[in-house]
C-alpha cells in the first residue's frame, strides 16, 4: 500500500485526502493517488523540495522537506515555465513541446533543468524520477483538489516526509525478456548505459541493444515516453477506468509513437491494442 509517513514524528504536512469527482468520473482518487497531488502541488508552488529518492524492488520513494516558504522566499516557477513543465511530463515528449511554444529543443531542456532545480532536483530531463512523473499525473488527474492542507508544526519549519507508491514498472516482467526487464528497471531508476552494463557484467552497447528491443515492444521512444506511458496507465487504474492486459507488438528498434500497449514475451504472440 502506498503510504506517506512522517519521519519527524509530528502530524503529516500533507493535504487531507477530500472526495471529489476525478477527470470526469464520479469517483474518489485513492488516498496515494491525492497524496501525490499534493506533492506535485508543494514542488511546484515551493513550499516542500526533493531532498532524496530512492528505489526498491517493489517500490519508489522520494524523501521531501517541507516549509520553504516560511522561513525564506523563493521566486515562484513563472507561468509559461511551468506550462511547458506540465505539458513535457504530461505528454513524455519534448519536440510536440517545443513546437507549441515556438522554442528549439535545448531550450525546453533548459527550462525542465531549472524547473526540477527549484523541486530541490539537480538532475537534466533525462533522468527525471518515476515518482515525480507520477505526481505531475495524479495532480492533472485530480479535476477538483481541495486547497484545505494541514499547517505545517510551528516548532519543525523543516518538516521532512517520506512518500513511498509501489513501482508500476512491475508489471513488465511478463511482457519482456528477463534482460530487457533488467536493464528497463534500471533505466527507470535513473542509471546509465555505464552503470547498468557494470552492474549487469556487460558492455553498455548491449544495453543499449537491450533498451532499444524493450522500447520496440512497449512502443515508446526512450525513458520519458516509458515514464509517461506508466504513469498513464496507473492513472488509470487508479480512476477505476478498465486497463485492458498488456498486449503483443513485435519487436522494433525504429521510433515509434507511444501506445498504451506493450509487447508479451510468452507463447504464441498476439497483434491487438486495448483502449485508454
Not at 15 to 40: C, F, H, M, Q, T
Not at 103 to 124: K, N, Q
Not at 138 to 150: F, M, N, P, V
Not at 200 to 227: D, I, K, M, Y
Request: charged share 20%.
Amino acid at each position: 500500500m502506498d503510504h506517506v509517513m512522517n519521519d519527524c514524528g509530528a502530524e503529516p504536512a500533507v493535504a487531507v485526502a477530500a472526495p471529489g469527482k476525478v477527470g470526469g468520473i464520479g469517483s474518489r482518487l485513492p488516498d496515494e493517488a491525492v497524496n501525490l497531488a499534493y506533492l506535485w502541488t508543494g514542488l511546484i508552488d515551493g513550499s516542500c523540495k526533493v531532498e532524496q529518492t530512492q528505489f526498491s524492488a517493489q517500490t519508489c520513494t522520494l524523501v521531501v522537506s517541507r516549509g520553504h516558504r516560511a522561513s525564506r522566499a523563493r521566486a515562484a516557477l513563472g507561468q509559461r515555465d511551468l506550462e511547458i513543465l506540465n505539458q513535457s511530463l504530461l505528454d513524455g515528449a519534448r519536440k510536440p513541446v517545443a513546437a507549441n511554444f515556438e522554442l528549439c529543443p535545448s531550450s525546453i531542456a533548459e527550462i525542465l533543468r531549472r524547473s526540477f532545480a527549484f523541486m530541490g532536483l539537480s538532475c537534466w530531463p533525462s533522468r527525471i524520477p518515476l515518482i515525480v512523473v507520477m505526481a505531475a499525473h495524479a495532480r492533472h488527474a485530480q479535476a477538483s483538489l481541495a486547497t484545505e492542507q494541514r499547517s505545517i508544526a510551528k516548532d519543525q519549519p523543516r518538516l521532512q516526509q517520506t512518500v513511498s507508491v509501489s513501482r508500476p514498472d512491475s508489471e513488465l516482467a511478463g511482457y519482456l525478456s528477463a534482460a530487457e526487464y533488467a536493464v528497463t528497471r534500471l533505466l527507470i531508476e535513473g542509471k546509465s548505459y555505464a552503470e547498468m552494463g557494470e552492474l549487469r557484467h556487460t558492455s553498455p552497447r548491449t544495453v543499449a541493444n537491450q533498451l532499444a528491443s524493450a522500447f520496440g515492444r512497449l512502443g515508446v521512444s526512450g525513458r520519458a515516453e516509458l515514464l509517461c506511458l506508466l504513469a498513464k496507465r496507473q492513472v488509470a487504474q487508479w480512476q477505476s477506468r478498465p486497463v485492458s492486459p498488456l498486449v503483443v507488438q513485435p519487436p522494433s528498434f525504429a521510433t515509434v509513437e507511444p501506445t498504451m500497449s506493450f509487447a508479451r514475451v510468452s507463447g504464441e504472440r498476439r497483434q491487438s491494442r486495448w483502449l485508454t
